[in-house]
């Protein structure tokens, strides 16, 4: 059978939960833990971007911005893009928990 | 700067397992699977990902979840994965993008150092017509006002003498460099009687550059040349 004729049958938006790469798909914790790791990283982003502006208004040195980061500050401050990023981060761990309960549901069926 | 990719996907092999029981219907003999690999494509494949397998039961006609996977579908799969290898194709990418990008930078190189001579040329023509000045050749000059704002204007070589050089001043005078290159070349657009410069000094590097009055307090840089009926700028 090819892929195409796969595709029609099963839904793409849960198309990974099939997909079997090694012994560790088995495992439902896997995507909660690198959304986890993810977030993780999101958080450590945002941390350090907050830090460095804080810096900067404090002391008034020089930083170099992206103009996304630019648009935010504009908006909110030095709080707008450590938030947007703390907030991202926090939706793609409620991913994989979400992940992570379906896959273990279907495994207990 | 954002990149635009696909994952797809190529489909090895699909077979059946006739000694495989499916875990959810229990039923033995049904289950098949189908090998595949994702890749990267960005008008065109670009790197091969991991590979993936997917299996499904004929009885019960439901695709098998990877966490309900047993050890002997692991086994299977491990089976017909070593019976495939990655076509080459799908590394197309790992040698094309960096021969484009190195194409791409060379190409830049090229056009830079292109502009560079044709720069060094145009100056150089330039630096040659103010040092052998020709009488009715017009200088495109950038001088300042007494208080000291540019002044973008021209000058007519009326004659040359010696070390001296008679030059023609024009009555068109320009505040920016918009119509900078509308030479005026009418007769009566230059002022009599001409003033005297002395000829740049090439070995001060300034042969780009007149000087008039007592101490050479006043200048003019040369920015172009109008000469047998067109402009030759240096940049």
């Given amino acids: ?109 | 700067m954002f990149y635009y990719y696909q994952l797809r996907n190529h489909h090895y092999k699909t077979e059946a397992l006739p000694l495989l029981l499916c875990p959810l219907c229990l039923h033995a003999g049904s289950v098949s699977m189908s090998v595949m690999q994702k890749y990267y494509w960005l008008a065109g494949p670009l790197a091969p990902s991991s590979r993936y397998a997917i299996a499904w039961c004929e009885h019960c006609g439901n695709y098998i979840p990877k966490v309900k996977w047993s050890d002997e579908m692991d086994l299977f799969y491990n089976h017909l994965k070593k019976g495939t290898s990655t076509p080459p194709r799908l590394y197309l990418g790992l040698w094309v993008m960096p021969l484009l990008t190195a194409a791409f930078v060379g190409v830049l190189l090229l056009a830079i150092n292109v502009s560079n001579s044709r720069s060094q040329s145009r100056a150089a023509a330039v630096t040659d017509a103010v040092m052998h000045p020709q009488p009715g050749t017009i200088f495109q000059v950038v001088t300042t006002t007494d208080s000291n704002t540019p002044l973008y204007t021209y000058f007519k070589v009326d004659h040359a003498a010696g070390d001296s050089l008679y030059l023609l001043p024009c009555n068109v005078q320009r505040t920016d460099a918009m119509d900078w290159d509308d030479v005026p070349t009418a007769a009566g657009s230059y002022i009599q009687p001409p003033f005297v410069v002395s000829l740049p000094d090439t070995a001060g590097g300034s042969s780009d550059m007149f000087t008039w009055g007592s101490q050479g307090h006043k200048y003019a840089i040369v920015e172009g040349v109008w000469t047998e009926g067109k402009l030759l700028k240096k940049y």
């Avoid at chain 1, 914790?29 to 982003?45: D, I």
């Avoid at chain 1, 908006?75 to 893009?81: E, M, P, S, Y």
């Fill in chain 1, 1 to 109: 059978m090819a892929f195409d004729e796969h595709l029609q049958r099963i839904p793409k938006a849960n198309w990974t939960d099939y997909e079997y790469v090694n012994k560790g798909s088995r495992q439902p914790v896997r995507v909660l833990v690198y959304a986890v790791l993810f977030a993780l990283a999101m958080w450590a982003f945002a941390l350090w971007r907050w830090y460095d502006m804080d810096r900067s208004e404090q002391t008034g040195s020089e930083l170099s911005i992206t103009p996304l980061e630019w648009g935010l500050y504009k908006l909110g401050g030095k709080w707008a893009l450590p938030l947007l990023f703390a907030l991202c981060g926090a939706f793609f761990i409620w991913l994989g928990f979400r992940g992570y309960a379906r896959l273990k549901k279907m495994k207990e069926s």
